[in-house]
């Protein structure tokens, strides 16, 4: 039973834009943190962005600031990624991860709850 959901993700030409969700249930639900990584084989999970529930504060790797933008989403427990300017070496399975503690970490180690992942294919 999946604890957050992603969706969203897909194919784009370079330059274009997409848009990921990612809903929270079970025992995800409420978290105080969630964020955003991405995986490519052969290499490590790697951090993407992150947002404090309270106060919205948000935290961006240095790859995606200003092209990518991480928000609440109108529904409670749900948070999206907004995806500008896509480049081939986005290319990735993005996946969504929350944890209860208020404090927007870059450490995949720090998020107890993940979802299962959605592919995000940029063609050059």
Same mark, same amino acid.
């Given at each position: 039973?999946?604890? /957050?959901?992603?969706?969203?993700?897909?194919?784009?030409?370079?330059? !274009?834009? /997409?848009? /990921?969700?990612?809903?929270?249930? !079970?025992?995800?639900? !409420?978290?105080? =943190?969630?964020?955003?990584?991405?995986?490519?084989?052969?290499?490590?999970?790697?951090?993407?962005?992150?947002?404090?529930?309270?106060?919205? #504060? =948000? $935290?961006? @790797?240095?790859?995606?600031?200003?092209?990518?933008?991480?928000?609440?989403?109108? !529904?409670?427990?749900?948070?999206? /990624?907004?995806?500008?300017? $896509?480049?081939?070496?986005? =290319? @990735?399975? #993005?996946?969504? @991860?929350?944890?209860?503690?208020? #404090?927007?970490?870059?450490?995949?180690?720090?998020?107890?709850?993940?979802?299962?992942? =959605?592919?995000?294919?940029?063609?050059?």
């Amino acid at each position: 039973q999946e604890q /957050l959901v992603e969706s969203g993700g897909g194919r784009v030409q370079a330059g !274009g834009s /997409l848009r /990921l969700s990612c809903a929270a249930s !079970g025992r995800a639900y !409420g978290s105080s =943190t969630m964020a955003w990584f991405r995986q490519v084989p052969g290499k490590e999970r790697e951090f993407v962005a992150a947002i404090k529930w309270i106060g919205g #504060y =948000t $935290l961006y @790797a240095d790859s995606v600031k200003d092209r990518f933008i991480i928000s609440k989403d109108n !529904g409670p427990s749900t948070v999206s /990624l907004q995806m500008n300017r $896509l480049k081939p070496e986005d =290319t @990735a399975v #993005y996946f969504c @991860a929350a944890r209860k503690v208020d #404090y927007a970490s870059r450490l995949r180690h720090d998020y107890p709850f993940w979802g299962p992942g =959605t592919q995000v294919t940029v063609s050059s």
